[in-house]
């Protein structure tokens, strides 16, 4: 069975920490994965991932996908109050054009 | 460019009342999600539309719900009769092909007392 798993549930880091999630998968004919940050209801996307060991980055955030390992990790550097959100991870299957989410992570900055 | 537009925002009904979503997509973008997302869970896709057509509605439960996409544009989702589980945020999102970057609506509440 597909599935995406994010590690951690949740975390709870101070002001100027870096804090990196994990995102791991088992899907069949793999295409892609995508972060998202979902803050109130609507999530907003951060990144898409097709290729192995290139990183993509934005600011503070950074992302890199091992296709070999099945995995995808999300770096924040330097966190602000206004990183607090869900970060939730995705995986697209060429099969279908399935997409599928995992739990997310929880994560709260303190000030 | 104007969001992914869905109403209403929030809707209470009780156990065995029908309810309907509306979702309205960026203006062409040619395929359009239902998500389900219980409290604590990631979103669970129910029905994803490529224009007018369904391209996957694997996790759609049909002995309730029904969604249509009629001339490819705005979407309604509809649960009849709806059951206490049924509780959670329904997202609407869209893109332009059939993969990629999806842009959300702001979701409708469904509380089911």
């Known amino acids: 069975e597909d599935k995406v798993v994010q590690s951690p549930l949740s975390l709870v880091v101070h002001e100027g920490d870096t804090v990196t999630l994990n995102c791991s998968y088992e899907v069949t004919n793999f295409r892609s994965l995508l972060w998202y940050k979902q803050e109130k209801k609507a999530p907003t996307f951060l990144f898409m991932l097709t290729s192995s060991g290139i990183e993509k980055k934005s600011g503070r955030l950074s992302s890199i996908l091992d296709k070999k390992e099945l995995f995808s990790i999300l770096n924040i550097t330097a966190t602000q109050t206004g990183d607090s959100a869900v970060y939730l991870c995705?995986?697209?299957?060429?099969?279908?054009?399935?997409?599928?989410f995992g739990k997310g992570t929880r994560l709260h900055i303190l000030p | 460019e104007a969001g992914v537009a869905q109403s209403p925002r929030y809707k209470i009904i009780e156990k065995r009342q029908s309810v309907a979503f509306w979702c309205n997509p960026i203006s062409g973008h040619a395929t359009l999600y239902w998500y389900q997302q219980i409290l604590g869970q990631g979103p669970k896709l129910l029905i994803q539309f490529q224009n007018n057509g369904v391209v996957d509605d694997s996790q759609l439960p049909k002995d309730r719900f029904s969604a249509e996409r009629l001339k490819g544009v705005d979407s309604t989702l509809k649960i009849q009769p709806a059951k206490l589980e049924d509780s959670a945020v329904y997202l609407c999102?869209?893109?332009?092909?059939?993969?990629?970057?999806?842009?959300f609506g702001p979701g409708t509440r469904l509380t089911v007392t």
């Open positions: 999102a869209s893109s332009l092909g059939n993969f990629g970057e999806q842009y």
């Open positions: 995705a995986v697209e299957a060429t099969r279908d054009d399935k997409i599928i």
